[in-house]
């Protein structure tokens, strides 16, 4: 007996900001168990009417479930809840139509209590962030919460407090509430704080755009960064790190990683409708260090410089050691002894790191080890296999078999 093929719809905001590379990962799922699989992007007017966008006119959720009559919903965060969802589903289901939320955990929203989620593990950004900071040196050591008071902003933020103090550092929380109204903008908001804190002093930003916001407020208040505010923040959105200045040192999800594992929650739900399956955090990939948090990290500006130069470049073939000791200034004995003292390695080999750290998150996403080699800047594949394992220690596929199960 043939088995029926499923019908999964995804629904979210606008595809834009973090949620392209979340829906990349649940079509992968979807396009290895052979799903009919529908998206559907849609907004809320200021009236607070739902529209479905690139959709007939006058489509509501109840047509369009109506329509495609699916197994099952991923919802990722925004306009509509998963109880909607349930609520608008077609007549003749169920009682128990499946529905996983992705990106963030319900509790967010009370009604959502009790639906499966799939997201980012906050455990593991502050350990990141607390491992980043606590390198500077320094001993005090602050959380900048998002705007809002939301349950994932404070679990990143008591994890960071709780290892911190583990550190024998001293943690300073914010005094008051960020969401009053007629606060201005968040950096406004931020910067009486931020100008109390004890300097020197490294700060945890919920999200990249409360790390923006930290470092708006610093400019304002001519606290130089990182020297005495040094910046760590979560979810490495290029248009904010990159753009800012300084760049802003950010933690990157594995935001495949939660689109998989929403899929795969769905997909085991389906299977077994009468048993909801456990929600899953999925840990980081690694931080992305800029001049946030890199001057306080090496203590020499000439090195930071050097180090976010190649960040940049690194994957540019051709690049070679003379290359980055001109944009140093100095002479190259001189940058190799700066390096060896301050960075603990050579010229070569920061070149050779920064490159095997933009190839594992291409790996990580999936991306054929040819196509790696190519866009990481190695002369061939050969010669980034025997890199990667002189880097790693274990050969490419045996790295991508252990991340695969770590997933």
């Known amino acids: ?44 007017t200021p009236g607070g009417e739902l529209i479905f966008l690139r959709a007939p006119s006058g489509s509501s959720l109840e047509e ?6 699916p197994d099952g919903c991923i919802v ?8 909607a969802v349930r609520a608008a589903a077609v007549r003749g289901r169920p009682d128990v139509f499946p529905v996983v939320l992705t990106d963030y955990p319900p509790e967010d929203v009370p009604q959502e209590r009790g639906v499966p ?14 491992r980043e900071l606590l390198l500077s040196g320094f001993s005090d050591f602050a959380y900048a919460p998002w705007i809002w008071n939301t349950p994932w902003s404070v679990r990143r933020g008591a994890e960071f407090a709780r290892l911190v ?16 109204p007629g606060g201005g903008s968040l950096a406004d908001r931020l910067a009486p704080w931020i100008a109390s804190l004890p300097k020197p002093c490294g ?4 999200n990249d755009s409360t790390g923006e916001a930290v470092l708006n407020a610093c400019a304002r208040l001519h606290v130089a960064v990182p020297s005495q505010i040094a910046v760590v923040a979560v979810d490495d959105l290029a248009f904010i790190c990159e753009t800012i200045r300084p760049t802003l040192s950010s933690i990157q999800r594995d935001l495949e990683g939660e689109g998989r594992a929403a899929a795969q929650l769905l997909a085991e739900w389906m299977e077994h409708p009468r048993r909801i399956p456990p929600s899953r955090t999925v840990p980081a990939v690694a931080l992305v260090r800029r001049d946030s948090s890199r001057f306080a990290w090496n203590r020499d500006r000439r090195v930071a410089r050097a180090q976010e130069w190649i960040r940049i470049h690194a994957c540019e073939h051709g690049l070679r050691p003379r290359d980055v000791v001109r944009e140093m200034g100095v002479s190259a004995s001189t940058a190799a002894r700066l390096f060896r003292a301050t960075a603990g390695h050579t010229l070569v080999e920061e070149i050779r790191e920064a490159r095997i750290a933009c190839a594992k998150t291409r790996l990580h996403a999936g991306t054929p080890c040819e196509t790696v080699a190519a866009e990481c800047g190695f002369s061939s594949v050969l010669d980034f296999r025997r890199v990667f394992r002189r880097c790693t220690g ?10 695969a199960t770590d997933d």
């Open 117 to 130: 989620y799939a997201t980012g593990d906050a455990v593991s950004f502050a350990r990141l962030a607390a």
């Open 64 to 69: 369009i479930l109506s329509l495609l009559r």
């Open 165 to 180: 103090r583990l550190a024998g550092g001293r943690f300073h929380g914010i005094p008051y509430p960020l969401d009053q």
């Open 394 to 403: 274990m050969p490419v596929m045996a790295w991508m078999k252990r991340e």
């Open 203 to 206: 700060v945890f930003a919920a």
């Open 1 to 44: 007996m043939a088995t029926k093929t499923r019908t999964v719809l995804f629904i979210g905001p606008q595809f834009g900001g973090l949620l392209p590379r979340t829906l990349a990962g649940t079509q992968a799922v979807a396009d290895a168990k052979g799903w009919h699989f529908f998206q559907a992007e849609c907004t809320r």
């Open 76 to 83: 990722a965060r925004g306009v509509v809840s998963a109880a």
